[in-house]
């Protein structure tokens, strides 16, 4: 039975805290829901799954998943070692009516303002119903990190307001990455061209990188 939205930030971690050490199988069974044999075609089902247990209700708004307590929720794939297995995604960049647009208004200012990061084990040799959830971290940017991100986030969007998003590579940004988010390479956007006219494009997504949340895990954990 999928939980109501926490009340309080210490309801939200009091769930997070009973589901570590839990494998998606067990968590799955008591939320009633089926298990798929792999995720290939079931992409996003562990997120979505946790997002049950823990009772978040933003869904794919532009806000955190638990608007009323200003926190954004992350599942985390990570290795047996304990290292993430890739970057994680945050939201939708803008690409166009960017006139204005300021750091501290930002989606991604806003999600990345508070964060339960919740670590999963995502080794393809470990069936999905027996991945275990691991102990979750409650984590909020201190000054250098917010400083990072908003000079990261500042400097690609000038970039995609210069009309120079397709210039923009993955290698850019210390902590922020922007990269092609779609499901294939059909589905096309607007975005600011180099002349000031519009331009089609792929649309584009905000990315922490790997070694960023990798460092977040160690100094937590270790």
């Not at 926490?6 to 829901?33: C, H, W």
């Not at 997002?51 to 794939?77: C, I, Q, T």
Request: negative net charge.
């Amino acid at each position: 039975m999928p939980h109501s939205s926490p009340q309080s930030l210490d309801q939200l971690m009091d769930r997070a805290y009973a589901m570590a050490g839990l494998t998606l199988g067990e968590i799955a069974a008591q939320l009633g829901v089926t298990v798929p044999a792999d995720l290939k075609r079931h992409k996003g089902w562990g997120g979505q799954l946790l997002e049950l247990w823990l009772g978040a209700s933003a869904g794919s708004r532009p806000e955190p998943d638990f608007p009323h307590l200003g926190v954004e929720l992350k599942s985390l794939p990570i290795d047996e070692q304990g290292k993430p297995l890739e970057s994680t995604y945050i939201c939708v960049c803008p690409l166009t009516d960017l006139h204005g647009l300021r750091w501290q208004d930002s989606v991604v200012c806003h999600k990345l303002s508070r964060v339960l990061w919740i670590p999963v084990e995502g080794s393809r040799t470990i069936p999905v119903a027996e991945r275990r959830v691991g102990m979750p971290l409650l984590w909020q940017p201190d000054p250098d990190q917010e400083a990072t991100l908003r000079r990261d986030w500042e400097e690609l969007m000038e970039q995609v307001a210069l009309g120079q998003v397709e210039q923009i590579t993955a290698h850019q940004g210390e902590i922020l990455q922007l990269r092609p988010k779609a499901a294939n390479r059909r589905v096309l956007t607007e975005a600011i061209g180099p002349d000031g006219h519009k331009i089609q494009t792929l649309p584009r997504g905000f990315y922490l990188r790997s070694r960023f949340t990798a460092e977040l895990l160690a100094q937590h954990y270790l």
